[in-house]
Structure formats: structure tokens, C-alpha cells
């Protein structure tokens, strides 16, 4: 249920962007808060980005001033525009719902990642 907007196509250059899409359903206001979540080449998953309730957003500190995680609540979306993207963040692109923010990542009641449907690959060549 992961999309990439716009043009469709996962894979960019070095300083291009991309624009991610979720269709959350109902979760986006069932859970606390939504987040975006990566699985680079050869690492575990990690969390991106995270949003609440009152659409506060936080980040890592690795994409903090290029990615802006947003969601629309009437078409129960949600959404990351990812900006002067970087090789480093080749990955694919989950998203989940959580009970917590911790440090950007949205966890769930346990501070563990909810696995919740398939990823996108994103692509971002030197």
C-alpha cells in the first residue's frame, strides 16, 4: 500500500526528490501516530520519520531537513517527500502505525516496530 507519487518511477539521481504515499485506512487515526520505516542493502529496518495525532512530525537525525512526513486524515493518507536525496538512502520504504515516538520512529506499546503490509523500493543512483 506504499506508492510513489508523481512520476511513478522509484529510482532517482543524487539530489532529486520523490514523494511517497501510504493508504492507512482507518489506522491513521486509530494508532497515536504513523511513521515511515527503511530497509537499506544488507541492514535491518530502521525508523524515518513519525507523526502524531496532532500532526507533530519528528525525524532522524539522518534525513532531519530533507524528508517532511505529512498525512491527510480525510483520505486516511499519509505521506513523505523525501528531498536532495542521497545514495545512502537506496532502500525499501515502509510504512506502520504505533502507540509511541521515540527519538522520530513511531513504535508500537512494547517499543518495537508494527510490520504492516509491503514496502517500495527507492532507488537513488550517484
Known amino acids: 500500500q506504499v506508492e510513489i507519487l508523481g512520476s511513478g518511477e522509484g529510482s532517482v539521481q543524487a539530489g532529486g526528490s520523490l514523494r511517497l504515499s501510504c493508504a492507512a485506512s482507518r489506522l491513521i487515526r486509530s494508532y497515536f501516530c504513523m511513521g515511515w520505516f527503511r530497509e537499506r542493502p544488507g541492514k535491518t529496518r530502521e525508523g524515518v520519520a513519525a507523526i502524531d495525532q496532532d500532526d507533530t512530525a519528528s525525524y532522524v537525525d539522518s534525513v532531519k531537513g530533507r524528508f517532511t512526513i505529512s498525512k491527510d486524515n480525510n483520505k486516511a493518507t499519509l505521506f513523505l517527500q523525501m528531498n536532495t536525496l542521497k545514495p545512502e538512502d537506496t532502500a525499501v520504504y515502509f510504512c506502520?502505525?504505533?502507540?509511541?515516538?521515540?527519538?522520530?520512529?513511531?513504535?508500537?506499546?512494547?517499543?518495537?516496530?508494527?510490520?504492516w503490509g509491503q514496502g517500495t523500493q527507492v532507488t537513488v543512483s550517484s
Open positions: 506502520a502505525p504505533g502507540s509511541k515516538i521515540v527519538d522520530g520512529v513511531c513504535l508500537n506499546e512494547r517499543g518495537r516496530f508494527n510490520f
